[in-house]
């Protein structure tokens, strides 16, 4: 079976849009082309794209203050673009909803949601809670900046004393709120946090842990990114790594703005999972990962002992 085969037959998932803030801001209807590098339903078609996390990020500098208004707007700005193509694309929460949208002669994108950035839930976990019971399935627990329970790889800071970077990783606060989306089936995402954020993560987390969008540091060196030990640490709590799939090699320097507030590295485009679930169903489903172009393997200096996988996310009982 040659890999178009097996592309066509997946379930294919990406794990971070950031169409909705152009739904807000631009009003825009993913009917019409998107131009290149970003998302619409012809590409997805195209690409046979079956589930779409869309992302909820809120610039920390440009909507402080307004974090949850504004995350609000964009969650509403999701529900709204999927009601508006109900033939296409439905809402789902669950691996049997996701199931369900890719059933059937007329198959439809499969929608969820992402938080990026804990920093939206403004260190209130009742929060964190109600964006689960309006449809967020993970939540990233830090964006390019900091907070006060989690370190970011995007804003370290040095010791004035020594000059060594600072990497105080997650507080015992930043665990309980990592225990606490076990409990709840929010998966855990561990993309732009620092290096000690993600091991603290991994060992706070009862359940596998995912990056939504994460790259590998051992391709383009920067911070954003993951190391091979880290990659392999993610491999053995059954997570997995989504690879962005981007068209700059070059790093960039991290500032307010979303595009800045990425690191680069080279399009590495899919990754085998061995499943993805949540909360109210824990059956496993085979899907995979891919670029709408071609999948190709991903490579880093221990590629071979790398395994990309995602077991059943439920709740801590």
């Not at 909507?63 to 296409?88: L, N």
């Not at 089936?185 to 060992?203: C, E, K, P, Q, W």
Request: with cysteine; net charge positive; charged share 25%.
């Amino acid at each position: 079976m040659n890999w178009k085969a097996v592309h066509q037959a997946a379930i294919v998932v990406d794990t971070h849009a950031d169409t909705p803030g152009r739904f807000v801001d631009d009003n825009f209807d993913p009917s019409t082309d998107a131009g290149r590098g970003h998302w619409d339903l012809a590409k997805a078609k195209q690409g046979n794209l079956g589930v779409e996390f869309f992302s909820i990020w809120v610039d920390p500098e440009k909507f402080k203050g307004q974090y949850v208004q504004r995350a609000m707007r964009m969650i509403d700005s999701v529900y709204e673009t999927v009601g508006k193509h109900p033939d296409q694309m439905v809402m789902a929460y669950s691996v049997k909803d996701i199931r369900a949208a890719r059933t059937g002669p007329k198959k439809r994108i499969a929608s969820l949601m992402g938080l990026e950035g804990g920093h939206v839930i403004e260190g209130d976990m009742a929060l964190l809670r109600d964006f689960y019971r309006l449809g967020v399935r993970y939540m990233t627990l830090t964006w390019a900046n900091s907070t006060d329970w989690a370190q970011s790889s995007g804003d370290y800071k040095k010791d004035p004393a020594s000059g060594k970077v600072l990497d105080p990783g997650l507080t015992e606060y930043g665990r309980k709120i990592v225990m606490e989306m076990n409990r709840i089936g929010m998966i855990v995402d561990i993309s732009h946090v620092s290096d000690r954020s993600f091991y603290n993560a991994l060992t706070a987390s009862r359940a596998p842990v995912i990056a939504s969008h994460s790259s590998a540091r051992a391709i383009t060196d920067v911070p954003r990114n993951m190391t091979d030990d880290m990659l392999i640490a993610l491999s053995r709590n059954n997570g997995v790594a989504m690879v962005n799939t981007i068209f700059s090699t070059r790093p960039r320097s991290t500032n307010s703005s979303k595009l800045s507030g990425r690191e680069t590295s080279r399009p590495l485009k899919s990754t085998r999972l061995r499943s993805i679930s949540s909360p109210s169903n824990s059956a496993r489903s085979e899907v995979c990962l891919s670029s709408s172009r071609r999948q190709t393997r991903f490579r880093s200096t221990r590629s071979n002992r790398l395994r990309a996988s995602c077991a059943g996310l439920n709740p801590a009982r």
